[in-house]
């Protein structure tokens, strides 16, 4: 395998420090709310607010933030978000009340909506599409599923040893880091060319997604006008001489097909965390602590498959890779069925099953942002990986809602959350055979499976 160079070692440990940074953020706390909300003086059902108010601008300014950072350049807009980042931490530890919190959460939403897909694109434009882009998309992956589940770890121990503040004050020191050895160590880049942002097709992409994140969360009537929105914009982008989401770009199958596996990998993966969080602590009586730890292990299998993916993926390609990732996220969703309500019996399975299951997921994880960039020209690597954040961000947000709603709907929790298990890892294992059957893999004329061409 070739090997990495200085500059690129360097630039991946930064680049790959931030991306788990911002992976915690998203669930670390999720744990605290109780403490958080009895401290500030939430109300119970006002608690969502506190994940809700960072997942609207994450997902809603993604692919917008995306486009900016092509134009502006990569490296100005990933570091404006880690000064958001700083100031919403600030904000949210020192908070006194609800709206205050709220504040920081929104500008900690923003932040990864701006740094998150300016980061993917310098990790693109620095790594050449091939073996050695796939190592750091591997070592991306592990990270970044890691931390969705080692956040509920950290925002436990945080609680617990100090205090929930210091969930949000944890970032300030790395985000002020980062901006120091930044300009140093990161590579600037830009489209060449500077087109005009398109104005329109920003306004209608960022408040749909923000309605339709808003709709799935808070209100339904709002998912309607989300996809009224989300459909104006498809229609400007056909007449745009300069679209936000360029055609060439969106009508790559990979970039299809790739992100509506991608939707699956988060957003099936995120609900199974969420409803073993409520199984754990519900059922099996543990506490927040202890489920923490739980995560933990969970976090470690996911590292583990984010390092095997890129051998993986060497051998199977990346739709192999994709496939492969979510036909065992959904079989080991499907096991855990299997749960009941002996502690013992039932931990013993949560941990195997889904570590199992994590594992599969950080293979998906790699596979997914490998599949929807490849192919994809420098210059439009800021729309790719802002697309891809985009699903992320959307996914996991969708996922928990459907997936509570099910487990919610039977008398029993536990039967409850047995049909959610079931429901996850069908629709997960679907999803992978249609994705096989669309994309499918070429092979090369010496007969092997070419990672990075797909059929359409």
């Known amino acids: 395998m070739t090997p990495l160079t200085t500059r690129q070692r360097t630039v991946l440990i930064v680049l790959l420090g931030v991306q788990f940074m911002l992976a915690i953020d998203f669930s670390i706390l999720n744990v605290a709310m109780p403490v958080i909300g009895s401290g500030l003086g939430f109300r119970l059902d006002d608690l969502q607010w506190i994940a ?12 917008l933030s995306g486009r900016v950072a092509d134009l502006l350049g990569r490296r100005r807009v990933f570091l404006a978000g880690m000064v958001l980042l700083a100031v919403g931490s600030l904000i949210g530890g020192f908070a006194q009340n609800p709206g205050t919190l709220l504040a920081g959460r929104v500008v900690q939403g ?15 434009v620095t790594f050449p599409e091939g073996p050695l882009r796939n190592r750091a998309l591997g070592l991306n992956g592990a990270l970044m599923s890691a931390g969705f589940t080692a956040g509920a770890l950290f925002g436990g121990i945080l609680t617990d040893a100090l205090s929930w503040r210091w969930a949000f004050l944890v970032n300030v020191p790395i985000a002020v880091a980062v901006l120091v050895l930044g300009p140093l160590l990161l590579p600037e880049s830009r ?6 942002l398109d104005v329109p097709g920003a306004l209608t992409v ?72 409520i199984y754990l602590q519900e059922v099996l009586d543990l506490s927040a602590f202890a489920t923490g730890l739980v995560f933990g292990v969970t976090g470690a299998g996911a590292f583990l498959g984010g390092i095997v993916a890129p051998r993986l993926i060497a051998r199977v390609g990346l739709t192999g890779g994709l496939v492969t990732g979510l036909a065992l996220q959904g079989a080991f969703a499907l096991a855990l069925v299997t749960l009941g309500d002996t502690r013992t019996t039932g931990l013993v399975l949560t941990l195997v099953f889904a570590t199992l299951g994590a594992f599969g997921h950080a293979l998906g994880i790699v596979a997914f942002f490998g599949t929807a960039t490849s192919g994809v020209p420098d210059s439009d690597q800021g729309l790719a990986t802002g697309l891809a954040t985009m699903t992320q961000q959307v996914s996991l947000t969708a996922g928990i809602p459907i997936m ?52 359409a």
């Not at 923003?110 to 990790?123: F, G």
């Not at 096989?436 to 990672?451: E, F, I, P, S, W």
């Open 52 to 63: 809700t108010a960072f997942a609207l601008p994450a997902a809603g300014l993604t692919l």
């Open 110 to 124: 923003v932040s990864a909506a701006v740094a998150t897909p300016a980061a993917l694109a310098l990790l693109m």
């Open 191 to 196: 489209d060449p060319q500077r087109p005009r």
């Open 206 to 277: 960022s408040l749909g997604l923000l309605a339709l994140i808003y709709g799935i969360t808070v209100e339904r009537w709002a998912i309607a006008v989300g996809v009224v929105l989300l459909a104006a914009f498809a229609l400007i982008e056909r007449r745009a001489a300069a679209p936000l989401a360029s055609p060439r770009v969106l009508g790559r199958p990979t970039v299809r097909w790739g992100n509506a596996g991608g939707l699956l990998v988060f957003a099936m993966e995120s609900s199974v965390i969420f409803l073993l969080t």
């Open 404 to 455: 509570s709603a099910i487990a919610t709907a039977s008398a029993s929790m536990l039967t409850g959350l047995h049909t959610a298990f079931v429901v996850n890892g069908l629709i997960t294992l679907i999803g992978a055979s249609v994705i096989a059957v669309a994309l499918g893999v070429r092979k090369d004329q010496k007969g092997k499976k070419d990672v990075s061409t797909v059929s």
